[in-house]
C-alpha cells in the first residue's frame, strides 16, 4: 500500500489543522506518527480512514482518494483512543460486526487475544472499564489484518504490564502479517525498537520525515569540559544544551562532524531527541524527505 499526500490542508472554520502536507509512506513496515497534542495527528489519521475530506490538497492512497470509497476504506482499520464502539453492543457484537466489515478477519486470533485481555464477550461496550475498552480495540485492530492498520494512543487505561503485553503482540501480528502499520504515542520510549520510519507533525506541519536509523546518524550528543564544548559547537546547529559544574553537553542536528577529540560522544534516545527538536523556541534545521 502506498499512502502519498500532496499539499495536505484541512481546516475546521477558522483552524487550521493541516497546513499544506506532502509526505510519502509506502511497503510494510511500522511507523511512528508523533507530535504534541494539536499538531494533527488524529485529523491526519482520520483522513487516511476517510472519514471526512479534506478542505485542499490530495490524500491518495494507491492513487484513490479514501473518502467515500468503500473499496478502499475496509482495507484501513483505524483504532482510535475513543468513539470506536457504540455503546450498546457488546464485545462480542462488535468482534461479529468487524468480522463481517474487515475482510481479512481472523476469527480464531480475535478470540485468542480476547483471552489475553480477559474481556468477557457479554459484557456491553459502555460498562467497560478505559482500560478494557482500549484493550478491544487493540483486538479489532490486530485481528483485521488490514493492510492499513492505524492506533491512535490505544492504550489508554492499561497498566504497564498490559501495554507490554500490546507492543509485543503487535510485532507478532506484524511478522506474522507485514502490513503498513501507523502507531500515534507519546510514549515514544516504550515503543521505538518497533518503529522502522518515523513522522512529526508540528502545528499541522510536517517536521520531519525520516527512518529511524537516518534519525540516530543525524545527530549526536556531546559532553565533556565546558569551554570545549562550546568552542566546538559554535556555529553548529544545537538542538538542546545542558551546562552544570564546568561540564557541558550539546546536541548537534543534522551537520557533519570531525572527530570531537577529548569529547564524549554518544546518542540520544527517540524520545529526548523528539523533545528537543519539538521546542519551539529551539531554530531546528530538521528537512522532511
Known amino acids: 500500500m ?36 494539536g499538531a494533527g495527528k488524529t485529523t491526519l489519521m482520520r483522513l487516511l480512514a476517510g472519514h471526512f475530506a479534506q478542505t485542499n490538497g490530495e490524500m491518495l492512497i ?15 482499520c483505524l483504532i482510535m483512543e475513543s468513539n470506536n464502539f457504540h455503546d450498546k453492543f457488546t464485545v462480542k457484537d462488535i468482534l461479529k460486526i468487524s468480522s463481517k466489515f474487515y475482510p481479512y478477519w481472523d476469527k480464531e486470533y480475535a478470540e485468542e487475544l480476547r483471552e ?4 468477557k464477550p457479554k459484557k456491553k461496550v459502555k460498562t467497560l472499564s478505559k482500560g478494557m475498552y482500549s484493550a478491544l480495540g487493540i483486538i479489532v485492530g490486530l485481528a483485521s489484518n488490514s493492510p492499513i492498520t492505524i492506533f491512535d494512543e490505544p492504550y489508554i487505561g ?24 501507523i502507531l500515534s504515542t507519546h510514549l515514544i520510549d516504550e515503543v521505538s525498537k518497533l518503529f522502522e520510519e518515523v ?3 508540528q502545528e499541522g506541519t510536517l517536521l520531519l520525515h525520516e527512518s529511524v536509523d537516518d534519525l540516530a ?29 564546568g561540564q557541558k553537553t550539546v546536541v548537534l542536528y543534522d551537520e557533519t562532524i570531525t572527530d570531537p577529540a577529548g569529547l ?26
Open 2 to 37: 502506498e499512502i502519498r499526500t500532496n499539499h495536505l490542508t484541512k481546516k475546521y472554520r477558522k483552524e487550521v489543522a493541516l497546513d499544506d502536507l506532502s509526505f510519502q509512506l509506502s511497503g510494510d513496515k511500522i511507523v511512528g506518527l508523533l507530535g504534541k497534542n
Open 62 to 76: 494507491n492513487q484513490e482518494s479514501p473518502f467515500n470509497n468503500y473499496s478502499l476504506s475496509k482495507n484501513i
Open 116 to 119: 489475553v485481555f480477559r474481556l
Open 158 to 181: 492499561l497498566d504497564a504490564a498490559f501495554r507490554s503485553t500490546f507492543y509485543d503482540l503487535l510485532l507478532e501480528s506484524y511478522e506474522r502479517n507485514p502490513r503498513l502499520i
Open 199 to 201: 513522522v512529526i507533525l
Open 217 to 245: 546518524n543525524k545527530h549526536i550528543l556531546l559532553s565533556g569540559n565546558k569551554e570545549e564544548v562550546e568552542q566546538f559547537a559554535s556555529n553548529k546547529n544545537v538542538i538542546h544544551e545542558t551546562s552544570m559544574l
Open 264 to 289: 564524549k560522544v554518544s546518542r540520544a534516545s527517540l524520545q529526548e531527541l523528539f523533545v528537543y527538536l519539538t521546542k519551539e523556541e529551539v531554530k531546528r534545521h530538521a528537512r522532511a524527505n
